[in-house]
């Protein structure tokens, strides 16, 4: 069975930094792009970054340009997400998708809540 | 940047009724324009790509159309499992989801 498994959400402090993983399972891993995407209490979906199937390629959105880097190791079947100056806002659950027609395939979500 | 704007904001029909929802680009992103179903603790279910071709395994009451700036996500014959979120997507540059339209039966 195709599927993406995060880990890594919780709880940290504002200012802080947390590290989310997606493992992929069941497909050719490198044969698909990776984004993140995040839902905070109440509002719509958000999408943050990507990176190409060889990794060679990201991008990420305003809101998060200079605090999250996008990288994966495909010897793992891995995407990592290195959140760094997390503030109140980027509290939210947290997905990753591989875009195969559309996003095709999500990860269940992880939540990261930022507080004090 | 690309923004999209989705109308309306929410809707309330009946079963068996006719659902459109239009999806706005703020420029031409010719037909590279997603759209999915979010239900609350479930994670968004890609329902046509490409503006047009269905996903498999999603039901044929559900239709795309339009190219450029213009988008519509109909709904036929509304059924209680209908009841959602919906969101178009941009994949022309970068990704963009609009603000979503909340469906009630």
């Known amino acids: 069975e195709e599927e993406l498994v995060e880990s890594g959400g919780g709880v940290v402090q504002p200012g802080g930094s947390l590290r989310l993983s997606c493992a992929g399972a069941g497909f050719t891993f490198d044969d698909y792009p990776i984004h993140w995407v995040r839902q905070a209490p109440g509002k719509g979906l958000e999408w943050l970054c990507y990176?190409?199937?060889?990794?060679?390629?990201?991008y990420y959105a305003d809101s998060v340009k200079g605090r999250f880097t996008i990288s994966r190791d495909n010897s793992r079947n891995s995407v990592s997400l290195q959140m760094n100056g997390l503030k109140t806002e980027d509290t939210a659950f947290y997905f990753c998708?591989?875009?195969?027609?559309?996003?095709?395939?999500w990860g269940q979500g992880s939540l990261v809540t930022v507080s004090s | 940047d690309i923004q999209m704007t989705q109308t309306p904001s929410s809707l309330s029909a009946s079963v068996g009724d006719r659902v459109t929802i239009t999806c706005r680009a703020s420029?031409?992103?010719?037909?590279?324009l997603n759209w999915y179903q979010h239900k609350p603790g479930k994670v968004p279910n890609v329902l046509i790509f490409r503006a047009t071709t269905l996903q498999s395994g999603v039901s044929p009451r559900f239709s795309g159309s339009g190219s450029g700036t213009l988008f519509t996500l109909t709904i036929n014959s509304l059924q209680p499992e209908d009841a959602a979120t919906y969101y178009c997507?941009?994949?022309?540059?970068?990704?963009?989801f609009g603000q979503g339209t909340k469906v009630e039966i």
């Open positions: 420029e031409s992103i010719s037909t590279y």
């Open positions: 997507q941009q994949s022309y540059t970068a990704r963009t």
């Open positions: 990176i190409s199937g060889d990794g060679g390629g990201t």
């Open positions: 998708a591989r875009e195969g027609g559309g996003f095709d395939k």
